[in-house]
Each structure stands twice: as structure tokens, then as C-alpha cells.
């Protein structure tokens, strides 16, 4: 039995990875976007502070929303710094005959 998957098509491996990406913001995770944005820590540790929230689970965190391009770190000896890509975040989707939008402000 093998591990790997396999797709029929492009839109399949599309919507896996749209699905990935909206499961990645969690309501924990909107609000570390929300803090980086608007207080602009200079450590992952300041973050957690701010958050008041264990340095460990903010770290996975932050390394998910890395991994999904929402924010990146710049390094500064060996002390990582999150940055923001993006002051907001629009979502598009289907609901029926109609496409919505969902706008989510980080700043």
C-alpha cells in the first residue's frame, strides 16, 4: 500500500491546497497576524509575551503561517523577528450561484 496520492486534475490539487490554507487560520492565528501587525515585535519571545501565550505553541504557529507565506521571520543574530507580507487578506468563494468576498484586515 502506497502513501502518495494521486489527483485527476489540476483543480483538485487547487482545492487541496486552498482547503490547507483556510484550516491554517485558526482564530489563535489571525490574532498573532493582528499583534505582529500592529505592535510589531522584535522577537518571536516579545510576541509571546504580547500574546501572553507559551514561546513553543506561538513558534509552531508562526512556522505554519510561514510555511503558508503569511508571514516570514528576518533573522538578527539569533533572534528570529516575525514580519508581515500583507495588510489584509481577501477570500473569495463560491456559496451558491453567487461569489462572495471576505475581507480580513491584519492591520
Known sequence: MSDDFSFETDDEKTFLK???LMECLTQKRIEIMKTI???HPQSIRDLSRLLERNIKN???DLV???KNKFIDFEES???KKPVMFMKKIVFYY???KKEDKKTLKVK
Do not use: D, I, R, W
Request: hydrophobic content about 35%; proline content about 0%.
Open 18 to 20: 486552498e482547503l490547507e
Open 37 to 39: 501587525a500592529k505592535h
Open 58 to 60: 506561538v513558534f509552531e
Open 64 to 66: 505554519l503561517l510561514q
Open 77 to 79: 543574530g539569533k533572534k
Open 94 to 96: 463560491n456559496n451558491g
